[in-house]
Structure formats: structure tokens, C-alpha cells
């Protein structure tokens, strides 16, 4: 497994090592070792979440408050989607800065998204498969939400067009009413 991080550099891609032959594929998806190595601290996953969503699809930018905050190593499994983490650590040198990257099955990259991230992605394909481990458990009080198209954040998302939202995603605080990390 290869790690290297973005622009704002808590927040990792790691790649696999891909073993391919006449009979298919063959790659490690997930190594605790590794992971934390890269990471550089121990780590422990308690959920894992699937979604399905089809083009155009846009989820968040959703994150979860303390004491329930949730870090989430997300990958595609069918399809493909551009993926966003935005800083919400408000002493952070990053804060209100976000990172993008595409996710594929293809690509099989992986996003490591610690807690302080809001995050959030569209597909872009006909259907995506998303899949993510958390941190934390899910905790409806502790959910928070900022707009995806906040302009305060200046997020490029590669659309054409309108994006499919939730009624719950379009009533999102922006960033500068949201709640933050401190």
C-alpha cells in the first residue's frame, strides 16, 4: 500500500499494490499496519457504510461534532466520484481549505479523511459505488452539514449542471455559521 498527502497534509491517498494476471485481479484493500504507519497513529474503525448513488449525485459536505467526530477512509468500488475534504479545524494553518481527488474503481484509490474534515462528493458516472469505513459510530445529535456550493469555500466541482441533492443537504449552515473544531 502507497500513501502520499495532499495539499492539506492530514488528509492521505493510498493506492494499492495490484497483482493482475489472465485470471483477474488480485490487491489488499485494507492493511491496519500500513495504514497506520502512514497515518501515524493507531486507528480503530466501528462501522462501515455502502451507498449507491447514480450521476450527478452530490453527498454533503457532512461531518460529526465531538464527542462522536468521526475520521472515514472512503474508496469506490463500481464507478467513479470526485471526492472533497474541507478543513473545518479552525486553528488549523488549512482551515476552510479544501482538497479534492477522484475516486474510481478503476484508480482504486482510497481517501483517508481524519476527523476536522467536512466531506463531501459527486458521482461522476452513471453509478457509483462508495464505500467507507468511520471512526466513530453514527450519532444523529452530533451530525452537522455545511453547503456544497458555499462560496466562501470556492469548491470546484466538476458538474454540468445542477447536482441531486438532498432536502436535508439543501438546508446546510454555510461556513461561516457552521460549527467548528476548535
Not at 49 to 59: P, Q, T, V
Not at 127 to 144: G, I, L, S
Not at 160 to 174: F, R, T
Request: aromatic share 12%; hydrophobic share 40%; charged share 25%.
Amino acid at each position: 500500500m502507497k500513501a502520499w498527502a495532499l495539499s492539506i497534509p492530514s488528509v492521505l491517498v493510498f493506492t494499492p499494490r495490484v497483482f493482475e494476471d489472465e485470471r483477474g485481479v488480485f490487491f489488499e484493500s485494507y492493511n491496519q499496519r500500513a495504514f497506520e504507519e502512514a497515518v501515524g497513529r493507531p486507528v480503530s474503525f466501528v462501522q462501515d457504510n455502502h451507498s449507491r448513488s447514480i450521476m450527478g449525485a452530490l453527498r454533503g459536505l457532512h461531518y460529526q461534532v465531538p464527542p462522536h467526530a468521526q475520521g472515514k477512509l472512503v474508496r469506490v468500488t463500481a464507478g467513479e466520484v470526485f471526492d472533497v475534504a474541507v478543513d473545518i479545524r479552525r486553528g488549523s494553518p488549512t482551515f476552510g481549505q479544501w482538497v479534492g481527488e477522484t475516486l474510481s474503481a478503476e484508480n482504486r484509490r482510497q481517501l483517508w479523511i481524519p476527523p476536522g474534515f467536512a466531506h463531501g462528493f459527486v458521482v461522476t458516472t452513471d453509478v457509483a459505488e462508495f464505500q467507507y469505513k468511520c471512526t466513530d459510530f453514527y450519532a444523529p445529535a452530533c451530525e452537522r452539514s455545511i453547503r456544497w456550493d458555499d462560496a466562501d469555500l470556492g469548491i470546484e466541482w466538476p458538474l454540468e449542471g445542477d447536482p441531486l441533492i438532498s432536502a436535508k443537504d439543501a438546508q446546510a449552515a454555510i461556513f461561516r455559521n457552521a460549527e467548528v473544531f476548535d
